[in-house]
């Protein structure tokens, strides 16, 4: 059985910093593209940042520069640092898991980030 654990979400200060992590198990690491998908209410759910084992990723354009996706596959974890948070990065963050680049098999439960000062 596949399992996303996320963690890191909580409140922040605009500007503020927040790293996510998401454990993965029943899955084999390697094979997979990463990613995370963030939702706001009333929002459409919105790819954020993807990465293949390969090195190769992606970045939604409103989060270039601020954040960053790595991954490491010998823990089979998937990180998002989050650096210069805004407000409307205010949402819940879900962990992904797929075998291609558009679509994704398996989801997390989701953790909130807040950004409010």
């Known amino acids: 059985q596949v399992h996303l654990v996320e963690s890191g979400g909580g409140l922040v200060q605009p500007g503020g910093s927040l790293k996510l992590s998401c454990e993965a198990s029943g899955i084999v690491f390697n094979l997979y593209v990463m990613g995370w998908y963030r939702q706001a209410p009333g929002k459409e759910r919105e790819l954020v940042a993807a990465m293949g084992s390969g090195g190769g990723f992606y970045h939604e354009d409103s989060v270039k520069g601020r954040f960053a996706i790595s991954r490491d596959d010998a823990k089979k974890i998937v990180y998002l640092q989050m650096n210069d948070l805004k407000p409307e990065d205010a949402a819940v963050y879900y962990c992904?898991?797929?075998?291609?680049?558009?679509?994704?098999?398996?989801w997390g439960q989701g953790t909130q980030v807040t950004v409010s000062s």
């Open positions: 992904v898991a797929g075998r291609t680049w558009q679509n994704y098999d398996h």
